[in-house]
């Protein structure tokens, strides 16, 4: 028996579903790496660290006598600031019927976790610039610590890596695993600056950007001034003047020495790990899912941390 054209459209399936659901790209996250990690808080709300200043010298003058000083104090305190949870649930009406209810349900604890991952990366990095004192150059040892880029229109360019470089030379930090966190509008501004696109041969620092670009996953290809510079999406934003320099769509990219351990500029860690939790709720027919942790970070070391603030809608 043959069907009739007009009936053939009930034998083809003409929108189909896949199986498969489309996920999100997601970068890299890699600011813990650059945290000093507190283990030692097994109760209490509030850390604190004291610290001794220098010792003094003095010029001795025969027959008088010695005068005998103490070592000045300070005290860095420490507080957990952060209770975070990123929740989730499925009915029992939803599992009937949807087609993609078990994808669904795999996707929630590596959602969470994520998001909550993230979180703590945005977060490091804006304690991290909270820790200085915004629109004021933050000078030690009479170098600025915080600057408005200085290429044209807020830019950065290489005297700026310079420039960071000094100012940690001057406050007496390790000039060992220089780290560069940067915005991926001052990738973008180094790949167009005209310099760098006229180079047709290899020269030193910057041979063959102009062929390959500057970044490969989240790290530039190259060292600048012995900084690796890492590119990240969640710098925070500062619209500031400095010095007669102002960002109207700024950014703060971060210059520091991660040495490791007592070097590092930013200290913190968790309280409470990401903790899963589920169950199902009998009154709602529902099963719930719930990732929770408690964190806090804060600038550590103001002297190994330079910030420069670049605009962004340069791009």
């Known amino acids: 028996m043959a069907f009739a054209v007009n009936n053939n459209e009930h034998l083809i399936r003409s929108n ?3 199986r498969q659901l489309k996920e999100l790209l997601l970068d890299d996250l890699y600011a813990m790496k650059f945290v000093r990690v507190l283990t030692e808080f097994p109760d209490g709300t509030t ?3 004291p610290s001794l200043g220098e010792a003094e010298v003095s010029d001795y003058t025969e027959g008088q006598a010695v005068r005998y000083s103490q070592f000045d104090t300070g005290n860095y305190t420490f507080t957990w600031d952060k209770y975070q949870y990123s929740a989730n649930a499925i009915t029992e009406k939803f599992k009937r019927d949807s087609f993609y209810a078990q994808e669904v349900i795999s996707a929630f604890l590596p959602r969470q976790h994520r998001a909550l ?7 490091i990095f804006a304690k991290a610039n909270a820790g ?3 629109s004021n150059l933050n000078t030690i040892n009479s170098a600025d610590h915080r600057w408005v880029a200085s290429g044209v229109n ?24 220089l780290v560069a966190v940067v915005d991926p509008s ?45 590119v990240s999406n969640y710098l925070p934003t500062a619209n500031e003047t400095i010095d007669g320099r102002t960002t ?34 009998k009154d709602l027919q529902q099963t719930e899912y719930l990732t929770i942790a408690e964190y806090g970070f804060k600038l550590y070391r103001p002297e190994n ?7 962004t809608d340069q791009v």
């Open 16 to 18: 189909l579903w896949s």
């Open 47 to 49: 850390l604190n660290i």
């Open 117 to 123: 991952m993230e979180a703590v990366e945005t977060n």
């Open 132 to 134: 200085q004192t915004a």
């Open 154 to 177: 807020e830019t950065m360019v290489a005297q700026d890596f310079a420039k960071a470089k000094y100012a940690l030379t001057k406050a007496n930090v390790p000039l060992v695993n």
């Open 186 to 230: 001052v990738a973008y501004a180094f790949e167009t600056q005209p310099n760098m696109v006229n180079l047709l041969t290899p020269q030193p620092m910057w041979g063959n950007i102009v062929h390959d670009g500057m970044t490969t996953g989240f790290k530039f290809r190259f060292n600048i001034f012995g900084f690796d510079v890492y």
């Open 248 to 281: 109207a769509s700024g950014v703060a990219n971060f210059f520091f020495s991660a040495a490791g351990g007592d070097v590092n500029p930013i200290i913190g860690g968790f309280r409470q790990m990401p903790t899963v939790y589920s169950e199902f709720n």
């Open 305 to 311: 941390m330079v910030i420069v603030l670049t605009d």
